[in-house]
């Protein structure tokens, strides 16, 4: 097993934890070990890069984390919430109130409009502020864009909405997939421009999934890995 922590790097208690976690999954007759023994950390206002080849276990990561999957062996940790171990009402509140995703594939609402894309989290929280949501759109510069629909939008608008969404609640974690993996590189560096100065105003812990190489230089660290194993920590 790997530590892919840094100790003391800032103060605070870590907001995510993986220690020793292993997961495996079934592939017809085939057992696909998708993470083996891995362990990382999340200080609060970090940016951490998670690199590595496709197949090697990043996006299962991101759902461990997310609550969407849990692990076969070992623990995760977000915030007070053990996801190995949460009930539904547990997981329910991480999604909610803890974690926001960034999507690859922006995964917007096609019959809501920017606006309502970006006050969907708040909603499903139970929650109606509308000076946030407009707060947000006018720092991802999409406030004349607010009753467009996803479709009427370019790759970059499309994915700033999604931005402002997966912080539209506040959470101190968020996740990013892939965020400029479908986009041109001018995009790409505007986009990684305005996820790392939104974290850096919030405080927010930034965990992003990359094979983009810009993205790693602008992480406190970089977790390498290959083969569902940390191969370094950079």
Same mark, same amino acid.
């Given at each position: ?68 999957? +849990?692990?076969?062996?070992? #623990? ?6 053990? @996801?190995?171990? %949460? $009930? &539904? ?70 994915? +700033?909405?999604?931005?402002? #969404? ?6 101190? @974690?968020?996740? %990013? $997939? &892939? ?56």
């Amino acid at each position: 097993m790997e530590e892919a922590a840094t100790a003391g790097q800032l103060a605070g208690p870590p907001l995510v934890v993986l220690e020793n976690v292993s997961k495996r999954y079934r592939r017809g007759q085939e057992v696909v070990a998708a993470l083996t023994a891995v362990s990382l950390q999340l200080q609060r206002g970090e940016m951490v890069a998670v690199t590595g080849p496709s197949g090697c276990g990043k996006s299962t990561t991101l759902n461990l984390i997310a609550g969407v999957d +849990r692990p076969d062996a070992g #623990r995760v940790r977000v915030a007070d919430i053990d @996801v190995s171990e %949460a $009930d &539904e009402a547990s997981l329910v509140r991480l999604r909610r109130h803890l974690v926001g995703v960034v999507f690859q594939a922006f995964h917007l609402v096609p019959h809501l409009t920017v606006e309502e894309n970006v006050a969907l989290p708040l909603a499903l929280a139970g929650r109606h502020d509308a000076a946030r949501v407009d707060a947000l759109l006018q720092r991802v510069g999409l406030a004349h864009r607010r009753r467009h629909y996803p479709g009427e939008l370019s790759g970059g608008e499309q994915q +700033r909405t999604a931005i402002a #969404r997966a912080l539209a609640h506040r959470p101190p @974690v968020v996740l %990013a $997939d &892939e965020p400029t993996g479908n986009l041109d590189s001018r995009t790409g560096a505007e986009i990684l421009r305005l996820l790392d100065e939104m974290r850096r105003e919030a405080g927010t812990a930034l965990l992003l999934v990359t094979h983009d190489d810009t993205v790693a230089t602008m992480a406190d660290r970089v977790i390498r890995l290959r083969d569902g194993q940390v191969e370094a920590v950079l």
